[in-house]
Nanobody
């Protein structure tokens, strides 16, 4: 079992930046692809970004390209997404997730492939 805890959310002005964190316990995250999803009020949960086990390959949704960087420190069992140029449409609860049984270089965008989820952290962007 892997327990995931997100942190770093909060209120930020439009155009601002936030760095979230996802810290795992229970098992090392080095064997998991890690992903971030978000859910805005009244909307379905959507994929944001993913990073492979080795931290070399990443993939992100088009709306985040150029604004979102994700990296991981397996020694600290932590994943860090850096979000820049935030706007009101980025307001949502952000969730960290871990996918087991993936190849070392594989990135995973499908939520159904993720086995473990955090409780989420609220990000609110004021216009």
């Amino acid at each position: 079992q892997v327990q995931l805890v997100e942190s770093g959310g909060g209120l930020v002005q439009s155009g601002g930046s936030l760095r979230l964190s996802c810290t795992a316990s229970g098992r090392t995250i080095s064997t998991y692809a890690m992903g971030w999803f978000r859910q805005a009020p009244g909307k379905e949960r959507e994929f944001v970004a993913t990073i492979n086990r080795g931290g070399v390959s990443t993939y992100q949704t088009d709306s985040m390209k150029g604004r979102f960087t994700i990296f991981r420190d397996n020694a600290k069992n932590t994943v860090y997404p850096q979000m820049n140029s935030l706007n009101a449409e980025d307001t949502a609860v952000y969730y960290c997730a871990a996918a087991a049984g993936v190849e070392f270089s594989e990135v995973v965008a499908m939520p159904s492939r993720y086995n473990y989820w955090g409780q989420g952290t609220q990000v609110t962007v004021s216009s």
